[in-house]
């Protein structure tokens, strides 16, 4: 049921189909809740507060336990390290985003993201979790300087005109 | 217990030592798995090649022309990117030429640690099979050749296991995969196309760029700062395997003075570690990320910050990060 629920919600369901979810999503306790609960999790993953929503106490509850999925690169840390985790784009919202240069070829890819968090909370939901603010390091630079990937980062302003020959 | 370093002492690896035996590219195919791996490596260099290859290392994708000519023991060789930022290198040895059009700039610098598919290997075979135990495994069909598949397993988990396909005509590394601590695989190199010589143009490994833009501005000092500097810093104990490669001052964006690199190698995988000042707002905590093969560690100890990037597991980069000290 909560896979229609689902399909409902992304509007991949239709005309009886559809019909059908609808009249389950209404029709008990538990499936209302589940119902709350994906749309407080798309809420939570488009960056909003789910609290708007009138929700049943419980769905908090729920939206504890379920809500890591929506940081699935978040790591679990052994304790009393502070560490920077890759975090994924959903949970973007609080840190300084760094460019990450596609290896050898070189392309800037929209990625990683370096988050500064501490671990005791290293497993709860993004829309709770305590993001430290730390100035973004730029995992980029050093891979570029590690590589000696061309990158228009390194094209520093230079004084020296002098044509180059490559044969 | 500290050891004395000279710069140009005996512990390191000049690139030199790769450029060993020039020959056996077209020699039959050897029945051992350290003549595979030493013929494949030999193949990159000595033969002619062009093609495009696709690497795919974590969540990034990207595509790549490559033209190689070996003339008169010479390499020439035309790298272009095909994804994102035009940009081409030629590269002639060693001697880098990186043409980015879109900035009208040539950098030169010169190879130091520069991996370009399918020349992967930073040390001779029997040096790589200290870190590595090295094994043939099955033959398979790709891109319309026969290429037999070399097995790397690392003798320990301070490095990642690899794969290589070799070309069985020629030796070349045709495809060659990575794979994480838990057999997962991490990073591929494939050609995507490929056209084995001996017939490759000369004109396909010289720039095309260079005639579209006028006026080049040039900047020669990645080449100069690749010469190479005693930077005062070492890495006490160094993961088994590894040895230095070199070791300099880069220049990098926003900072007002150049870092110090440290790299370090066993062969196929490679680490360079950072030394910079701890400048304000000083980091006061470990940070760390992984994606694919790359591994990115930095730690702040006292008024430094010490980064550790390179191909290597994260235990590995803490392990050389925690390890960082003034040579004495």
Redesign the interface.
């Given at each position: 049921m909560t896979q229609e629920i689902s399909a409902l919600m992304d509007g991949e369901l239709e005309g009886r189909e559809a019909e059908a979810a609808l009249s389950a999503c209404c029709g008990d306790e538990d499936r209302k809740r589940t119902w709350y609960l994906y749309h407080a999790i798309g809420e939570a993953m488009r960056g909003q507060a789910p609290a708007r929503l009138a929700m049943p106490a419980n769905v908090f509850e729920k939206l504890r336990q379920q809500a890591t999925v929506v940081a699935p690169r978040m790591r679990l840390r052994p304790a009393a390290?502070?560490?920077?985790?890759?975090a994924a784009a959903a949970s973007v919202a609080t840190v300084g985003v760094v460019g990450?240069l596609?290896?050898?070829?070189?392309?800037?890819?929209p990625?990683?993201v370096?988050a500064?968090k501490t671990t005791d909370q290293a497993i709860q939901p993004v829309s709770s979790t305590t993001i430290?603010p730390?100035?973004a390091?730029?995992?980029q630079?050093?891979?570029v300087?590690?590589?000696?990937?061309?990158s228009?980062?390194?094209?520093?302003p230079?004084t020296?005109?002098?044509?180059?020959v490559?044969? | 217990m500290r050891k004395r370093r000279v710069l140009a002492g005996g512990r390191r690896w000049l690139p030199a030592l790769v450029l060993g035996a020039a020959c056996g590219a077209y020699a039959a195919p050897p029945s051992d798995a350290l003549g595979w791996l030493q013929r494949a490596m030999d193949a990159a260099r000595d033969s002619s090649y062009a093609g495009v290859f696709v690497h795919t290392n974590g969540d990034r994708i990207s595509t790549v022309r490559v033209t190689h000519l070996n003339s008169n023991g010479d390499e020439h060789e035309r790298i272009e990117a095909l994804d994102g930022p035009r940009y081409e290198i030629v590269r002639r040895n060693d001697e880098m030429f990186c043409y980015y059009p879109d900035a009208k700039t040539i950098r030169l610098d010169r190879r130091v640690n520069a991996r370009f598919f399918p020349s992967l290997f930073r040390a001779p075979a029997a040096v790589i099979a200290q870190s590595y135990d090295v094994k043939l495994g099955s033959l398979e069909h790709v891109l319309g050749y026969e290429c037999r598949w070399i097995v790397l397993e690392p003798r320990d988990s301070e490095r990642f296991a690899q794969r290589l396909c070799s070309e069985t005509g020629t030796g070349l590394v045709v495809r060659e995969k990575t794979f994480g601590l838990h057999g997962q695989m991490i990073e591929q190199y494939t050609f995507a196309d490929l056209k084995l010589g001996p017939h490759i143009p000369r004109r396909d490994v010289k720039s095309i760029f260079e005639a579209r833009v006028k006026q080049w501005i040039t900047d020669a000092k990645p080449r100069e700062e690749a010469k190479g500097v005693d930077t005062g810093w070492e890495v006490e104990k160094l993961p088994a395997g590894f040895r230095e490669v070199t070791e300099l001052r880069r220049t990098l964006p926003g900072r007002p003075h150049p870092v110090s690199q440290l790299i370090f190698s066993d062969g196929l995988a490679s680490l360079s570690v950072f030394v910079e000042p701890n400048a304000a707002p000083t980091r006061t905590t470990e940070s760390s990320s992984e994606d694919g093969t790359t591994t990115f560690f930095a730690r702040p100890m006292g008024d430094e910050l010490v980064t550790v990037l390179g191909e290597v597991p994260l235990a590995t980069a803490e392990e050389v990060a925690a390890s960082v000290g003034h040579r004495p």
């Open positions: 390290v502070t560490r920077v985790a890759l990450w596609g290896s050898q070829g070189g392309n800037p890819a990625v990683p370096v500064s430290v730390a100035p390091l730029s995992v630079e050093y891979l300087a590690h590589r000696q990937i061309p228009p980062d390194l094209y520093r230079v020296n005109t002098a044509p180059a490559a044969r | -």
